[in-house]
C-alpha cells in the first residue's frame, strides 16, 4: 500500500502549488482543444487517413496505434482509449467522441508539466519563481500545445518519459535502485509507444553508485533489463503472431521511406524542424493530399523553415543555455541522464535522419528535457547572483518572445481550420 501511495505521489499533483499548476494547464489547454474538438473535424475525420496536420497520424494512432513497426504495443493502449471515447459519443464518430479525445490529451500534457515542475522543485530545488518561469516557458513549446489536443502517441509518451525520469532521478540522488517493476513497466509502456524509447529506460542504470565496481549490482541491473526485453519481446511477437520476418521487412521500408534527402539544407532541418520546430512555430505551408483511392482531396498543414533571422537567434540562444548547462555540470549525473537521453534523438533523426523533415512532431520524445537542463543551469549559478540575474531576464524576454510568436501562429491554424475543415 505504501508503495502504492507513493507511486500516485509521484504521478499525480502532491501539493497545493502542484494542483495549482496541474488546473492551470488543464484550463488553459482545455479550453483550446475544446475549441477545437468541438468546431472542427481535423483531430478526427474518418476520411483523412494521415497528415492533416503537422504530419500527424490521428486516425491511424486512435484506430490502430500505428505502424507495428514503430509502435509496437501502442494498439493494445488505443483501443482502450478508443473504446472509451466511443462509449462517451454513443459509439459515434462526432464532436463527442474528438472532445474526449482532445480532452485526454490536455489531462496527459497537463500531468507531464507536473512532473517538469517537480523535477525542477524537487530535484534540482530551484527557488520556486525560477521553477515557474522555467515551466512557463516550457509551456508554451510548439510540442505542448499541438500534444494539448491530439491523439498521438507522442502525447503519451511525453508523459510516461517526463515521468520515468522524474522518478529515475529521485533515485539516482536517493543511492537507490529503479525497481524491476518499474523497468518492466517503463520498458512496456515507453518502449510499446516508440520502440527506440526503451533505450532511455535503461540509461539510469549507467549511473547507479559505483555500478561498475560490483559485480553483483552489474548482475541485478542486466537482469532487470532482460527481464523487461523479455516481456516487451513477447508482448510484441504476440501482435505479430511471431512472424518477426514481417518487422524486419517493414522497418526497413520505413526507414527508405522516412529518410530521404530533402531540397532543404541538413542545417536548417536540424535548427527549424528537429530543435526550432518543437519550441518555436514557424510558417506554415499547405499541400494537396488525397486517401489511397483518392475518393476524398483534403489539405495539409505543415511547418516551413523559419522565413527570418530572428527565430534562429532564438533557437541559437536556447543552445548555448544547454550547452552552457552541461559544460557547467559536466560532474552532474543526473545532466548526463539528460544529455544521453537526448543524444539518441539526435542520432536517429538528425544523424541517421530518420523523419528530419517532419521532426517537429517527435518532440514527446525529448523536448522535455530542455527546460531540465536550463534549471540545471540556474542551479549551477545559484551562488552567483548578478548572472543569474541576467539569466533569469533573458528567460522572460524569451518567454514573451515565445508566447507572442506561438499564439499569433494558433491564429493562423484556426483560419486554416475555419477554410477547410469546418
Known amino acids: 500500500m505504501n508503495k502504492i501511495l507513493s507511486f500516485l505521489k509521484i504521478v499525480f499533483p502532491s501539493t497545493k502549488t502542484e494542483t495549482f499548476i496541474f488546473l492551470f494547464f488543464v484550463i488553459v489547454y482545455g479550453a483550446n482543444a475544446w475549441f477545437i474538438a468541438d468546431n472542427f473535424s481535423i483531430i478526427y475525420d474518418d476520411r483523412i487517413p494521415w497528415d492533416g496536420y503537422f504530419s500527424f497520424d490521428n486516425r491511424a494512432i486512435v484506430q490502430t496505434g500505428g505502424g507495428f513497426e514503430r509502435h509496437p504495443l501502442s494498439n493494445y493502449f488505443f483501443d482502450v482509449i478508443r473504446d472509451f471515447a466511443l462509449w462517451i459519443s454513443g459509439n459515434h464518430y462526432n464532436s463527442a467522441f474528438r472532445l474526449v479525445l482532445a480532452l485526454l490529451s490536455t489531462l496527459v500534457v497537463s500531468l507531464a508539466n507536473v512532473q517538469i515542475f517537480k523535477y525542477l522543485n524537487n530535484i534540482i530545488r530551484l527557488p520556486l519563481k525560477i521553477s515557474l518561469l522555467i515551466l512557463g516557458f516550457y509551456g508554451l513549446f510548439v510540442t505542448n500545445i499541438l500534444l494539448s489536443f491530439t491523439p498521438e502517441t507522442y502525447t503519451y509518451t511525453l508523459l510516461f518519459l517526463s515521468f520515468f525520469n522524474y522518478y529515475s532521478a529521485k533515485k539516482i540522488q536517493e543511492e537507490k535502485t529503479v525497481s524491476f517493476a518499474a523497468t518492466i513497466l517503463g520498458s512496456v509502456f515507453i518502449g510499446g509507444l516508440t520502440i527506440t524509447n526503451i533505450v532511455k529506460v535503461y540509461i539510469p542504470f549507467l549511473f547507479e553508485k559505483k555500478i561498475f565496481w560490483n559485480w553483483k549490482k552489474i548482475g541485478i541491473a542486466v537482469s532487470k533489463i532482460a527481464v523487461s526485453i523479455g516481456v516487451f519481446a513477447f508482448l510484441f511477437l504476440l501482435r505479430l503472431d511471431f512472424n518477426f520476418q514481417n518487422f524486419l521487412n517493414k522497418t526497413e521500408e520505413q526507414y527508405d521511406k522516412f529518410s530521404k534527402p530533402k531540397v532543404t539544407p541538413l542545417w536548417d532541418m536540424i ?152
Not at 552532474?332 to 530518420?354: E, Y
Request: a positive charge.
Open 271 to 422: 535548427s527549424s524542424w528537429f530543435f526550432g520546430g518543437n519550441i518555436l512555430f514557424s510558417n506554415y505551408e499547405i499541400r494537396n493530399y488525397h486517401n489511397k483511392d483518392k475518393t476524398f482531396y483534403y489539405k495539409a498543414l505543415f511547418m516551413d523553415v523559419y522565413s527570418s533571422v530572428v527565430p534562429y537567434i532564438f533557437i541559437g540562444i536556447i543552445l548555448l543555455m544547454i550547452i552552457w548547462s552541461v559544460f557547467k555540470n559536466y560532474k552532474n549525473k543526473l545532466v548526463w541522464v539528460l544529455v544521453i537521453s537526448l543524444f539518441v534523438d539526435i542520432i536517429i533523426h538528425c544523424v541517421l535522419k530518420f523523419g528530419l523533415h517532419t521532426s517537429y512532431i517527435y518532440g514527446g520524445h525529448f523536448v522535455f528535457v530542455f527546460p531540465l537542463l536550463i534549471g540545471w543551469l540556474f542551479f549551477s549559478l545559484k551562488e552567483k547572483t548578478l548572472p543569474i540575474t541576467y539569466l533569469y531576464g533573458i528567460l522572460m524576454i524569451l518567454t514573451v518572445y515565445l508566447g507572442v510568436n506561438n499564439f499569433y501562429r494558433m491564429s493562423e491554424f484556426y483560419q486554416f481550420l475555419e477554410t477547410y475543415y469546418q
